[in-house]
């Protein structure tokens, strides 16, 4: 399983743009890129999913490069609710789905 | 849709006693979850995959007797604490796949376990 390295935490102010990215230098082919968010108490909430490029959805954007040895996940407009704890996984889910869950990037939304 | 819910949120019990957690899909059929730990201030760490229908595949350092895993239908996990000891207190985090397919872990709320 491809190990992932993130940022421990990260400061930001409500209505900016944050991004967090995530080194994963030895993913595999069939490896995708999940991010998920985790508040205290509570299990971890699916954000995004991604293989190469970019993908978006309502609450946020994944950018993959080329080589998909990284990748930064985009929340636009963040809100004091963001203050979370996400996580960058990669795992090959035609091998069983198994995540392996690194550090994760504490990120503390202030006013 | 992709929910998965846990019983109980939070059990308290004493030393010596047994606690089952269930884990349950409830608008989807997964074939397989996984049993996280978390302790206080760090990150999820997996215990378990279970299979329905066949034996769990623990990983490495987390005791297959103590820590019993039974996924005997496609919506429902659990995972029964034996002989509970204080050490064992923790944040037990279920997730499932679902069948067909889809690549994407769903995962419960939790259960927070104390053990006095």
């Known amino acids: 399983l491809a190990k992932t390295t993130q940022p421990i935490s990260m400061d930001s102010y409500e209505g900016q743009e944050v991004n967090i990215t995530c080194s994963h230098n030895?993913?595999?082919?069939?490896?995708?890129i999940t991010w998920y968010q985790q508040f205290p108490s509570q299990g971890p909430r699916f954000i995004i999913q991604?293989?190469?490029t970019k993908v978006t959805n309502e609450v946020a954007s994944l950018f993959i490069p080329a080589d998909r040895k990284s990748s930064t996940l985009s929340l636009p407009r963040v809100s004091l609710s963001d203050t979370a704890v996400y996580y960058c996984?990669?795992?090959?889910?035609?091998?069983?789905?198994?995540?392996?869950f690194g550090q994760g990037t504490e990120l503390s939304v202030k006013p | 849709g992709a929910v998965v819910s846990q019983h109980p949120s939070r059990v308290i019990c004493k030393s010596g006693t047994s606690v089952k957690i269930e884990c349950r899909s409830l608008?989807?059929?997964?074939?397989?979850m996984f049993w996280y730990r978390q302790f206080p201030k760090q990150s999820l760490m997996l215990m378990a995959t279970?299979?329905?229908?066949?034996?769990?595949?623990?990983e490495q350092g987390v005791e297959k007797d103590k820590f019993l895993i039974n996924h005997a239908s496609l919506t429902l996990s659990t995972l029964t604490v034996t002989s509970a000891h204080p050490e064992d207190s923790s944040f037990y985090i279920c997730?499932?796949?679902?069948?067909?397919?889809?690549?994407?872990?769903?995962f419960g709320p939790g259960t927070r376990l104390l053990v006095l």
């Open positions: 997730s499932a796949i679902r069948a067909g397919g889809q690549e994407t872990q769903y």
């Open positions: 030895n993913i595999a082919t069939n490896d995708y």
């Open positions: 991604g293989y190469k």
């Open positions: 996984l990669v795992g090959d889910y035609n091998q069983g789905g198994k995540l392996i």
């Open positions: 608008d989807f059929q997964a074939t397989t």
């Open positions: 279970s299979n329905e229908g066949s034996k769990a595949t623990y």
